[in-house]
């Protein structure tokens, strides 16, 4: 899986960078929240809340709604979205020209983040919290409501962890799960604020690759990177 | 001259003469000259008119294709056939004619016809070209084939200039016919000899015989005008032919009717026979003989029913006609309303007076049946104004009614074949559909469904021989097949339309853009929250409609055919559905070029 996917997340990587670069270009029509995102001009075009019937076409809308959905996440920190409370959020509302992304077509949105063709970029939390299957989340997915945005695959966490660890000095210490997301230390790194969840599926890639392990009981684990 | 070179529609069709109708059509037919085959005109189609008697060449319909005027027959004969040999049916050529302006049914209009089939001798047709100079634009146009300075009168039909459309006066072009005639060297030596003693001339220059005309055989010099050896009787014109029109002649060196070349064509041919391979041969002579006794191309240059008021202005010959002012002066006096209310009074009185005659006695209303129907037709449009209720249709259905001349109907058919009946069928839709004068297409925005075509087609037949829709359908999907004008297009729902040849889904798209485009410029009727210079704005499927002077449903099929393409894209608003340039495609697009 992981060495499928990587070549993806190189290509991709880039194209969402870019993607917040040109947000930031002086267009009249660009939309600005309150926050300070600036959502690309695409977000004002009003045929881009329909979903193309024309596959080029509806391929195209689809990675611009996902480059869209990655980088409102990244900018709100967001690693997970619940479609209900999402929609009404500006992501799939547009206030100024009163169009909004029906929850069918959102869901259909996501569901396709959700695909390798979407490039995995996302995935439905099944209501087991367990890890649902690569497979036809599309349906499975019908009924939940919240999914994981990957704006960072769990691979890409775990190597910014990794990274970090490095870059701080502490390998071989154990470090609580908690003091990874919470601590002062990590306030200005990407991965402050993570969902427990999401980084324990990050950490078991590094426990994967033998990078890691992690100890202790449910709850309260620490990890150490070798 | 007895076969003559035949004009053709786009569809392929003999172009029917002025008041020419089509009475039968019969495939599979080849065409002999006496006892011998023409080579490369052994597969065709025969078209039987009320005028002539075509063959239109299956393979080379441009190249070989002749007709026989009907006026010209002595007398037709039938052949059943016999074992191999198929039903035949002989036409033979009334003999060699009088006076060129004698008779004038009969050979006045074959004198100053111009065409003949192959042309072998180019330069003598010239002096036989009658042509009249548009007195507007100076444009040399010839003069019908079928005009008769002789019976010609102000009913004469009369083509309008081909190069300013204005018609002419009638004087104008009796005057050209008569001088053409008049310029003919001598009546009875046919061209080709004229030209051979010309040749014959220069080759002996200041010889005694410079004027004569050796025989092959007996090397007798006989006069240039003869076409037979005066001492052994050998023909003389094979001699001349294959000196001078060799070159025409390669193509069909084997043929074993060489006499066909023959300048002498009145003479020597001494009958055309149609072979019909494939029957309806019975059809073909019983209504070949009935054409032949109603004698249609006389009714053309019938005298019209008598006007009460001036009772010999349009009785005139052409030569007093010549000299008066082709309408009567009185009337132009008059001007104004009361010149309006006068004309009116005139009108109705001709009416009256025609009607009256024409119910005289059946005999009478046969012979005054043009103007009847005319007059009927006049009336039944009139009616139609009254009663306000016409719809477009309607009125293109009551224009095309009369001038629906080529109709192609079932028992005109031969042989019972029904892919001759479709593709006769198709042929005759597709001319319809691209003449011009109708602009039956073009009305319709260069784009119509099938079934709206359907019906006002059957309104066109007026109510007789109307087409089944199978039929029809079938004959539409012939248009590829027989390459067309014009051609049928399946939409992605199954809707079928009809739509000219060179319209392609590139140029429709191209049109559609181009208006998406220029939206950028203009700024929307009412506020709006996206960027109108940037996106233009969406249109509605109606929108369309009304811009392009399409039928809704076209319009929706055209729009989703330009979004199958990817050129636009759709928005599912609360107004409804509305399509806009494909930006998704194009920002992506960006996207990946930054």
Known sequence: MTTISSPSIQHLTPSTTTATTTTGDPTPSTTTTADGFQFPPIYSFPPFFTLQPNAQTRTSQLTSWSTLIQSYCR????????????????LFTNAQLARKLSLRDARTVLSWMCTPEGGNRAEWITAGGGKAAKGGQGQ????????????????????????????????GTVLTLYELTESDATRREEFYGMDMELLQKSLQVCVKRGKAQIFGAEGSEGVKFF | MFLHQLDLTTALRPSLLPEETLLFVQDAVGLYEGKFKIPQYQNGQAYLTSHRACYVDHNEPRKNSVAIFLKDVEKPEFYAGFLKSS??????????????????????????????????????????SATWVCPICSFSNPVPSNFDPATANARTPLPPCLACGIKPPLVHVVKAAIAAIANRPTPQVPPKDDKNGLFASTSAVGGAFGSSLSCPRCTFQNHPSLSTCEMCGASLVPAADRRLGFAQDIGRADSP????????QDETIECIKFSFRGGGEKIFYERLRNALVQRKWLLQSAPPIPKPRPPSSTFDDSYSTMSDTPSDPERNKVVGIAGLERRGLEQRKNNEAMIGSAFEDLEALMTSAKEIIALAEQFASQANLGSNGSSEASALASQSASALGLVTTKDMLGSGSESLYVSELSRNLAEWLTDDTRGILRREGGIMTLVDLWAVFNRARGGVELVSPADFEKAARMWDKLKLPVRLRQFKSGLLVVQGRDRTDEKTIGSLLAWLRDMHNESPATEVAWDWRTYGRGVTAQETAERFGWSVGVATEELEMAEEAGALCREQGLDGLRFWENWLVIQDHDHLVE
């Open chain 1, 75 to 90: 900018a709100h920190h967001l690693f997970a979205l619940s479609l209900i409370d999402a929609l009404p959020t500006p």
């Open chain 1, 140 to 171: 499975e997915g019908e009924g939940s409501a919240v999914c994981w945005i990957y704006w960072r695959r769990p691979e890409e966490w775990a190597v910014a962890v990794e990274e970090w660890v490095e870059r701080t000095g502490q390998r």
């Open chain 2, 87 to 128: 039903a035949k049916i002989t036409l033979y050529p009334k003999p060699s004619k009088r006076l060129s302006r004698g008779p004038p049914a009969a050979s006045g209009n074959t004198s100053i016809t111009p065409e003949r089939r192959g042309s072998p001798a180019p330069p003598s047709a010239p002096p036989l």
């Open chain 2, 257 to 264: 009717g060489p006499s066909l070349n023959s300048p002498l």
